[in-house]
């Protein structure tokens, strides 16, 4: 069964770092891009970070320069890594792949 799971989310102050992760299971993750969305709330979905097949990145204006995308081929995983963290950061981050997977998303809570 061809699916992907969220990991890594909880409460950090601002300026803070942590790393979310995105492990699939049942295909491999290298042969369609993955993508890491987010949701506030009140707000709509909206797309954060992308990977592509070659490895290719990209980022919305919203995160370029704090957030980076990457995949481990051997762990079959994409993470995104995040730095310097924001209260307005705070959303459910939630991984898309396999050209319509999406996990269940995990909170992240940025907060004093």
């Known amino acids: 069964q061809t699916q992907v799971e969220e990991s890594g989310g909880g409460l950090v102050q601002p300026g803070e770092s942590t790393r979310l992760s995105c492990k699939a299971s049942?295909?491999?993750?290298?042969?369609?891009?993955t993508y890491w969305y987010r949701q506030a709330p009140g707000k709509a979905r909206e797309l954060v970070a992308t990977?592509?097949?070659?490895?290719?990145?990209t980022y919305s204006e919203a995160v370029k320069g704090r957030f980076t995308i990457s995949r481990d081929n051997g762990k079959n995983t994409v993470y995104l890594q995040m730095n310097s963290l924001k209260p307005e950061d705070t959303a459910v981050y939630f991984c898309?792949?396999?050209?319509?997977?999406w996990g269940r998303g995990t909170q992240v809570t940025v907060s004093s």
């Open positions: 990977i592509s097949v070659s490895g290719e990145t």
């Open positions: 898309n792949a396999f050209e319509g997977f």
């Open positions: 049942g295909a491999a993750i290298k042969l369609f891009a």
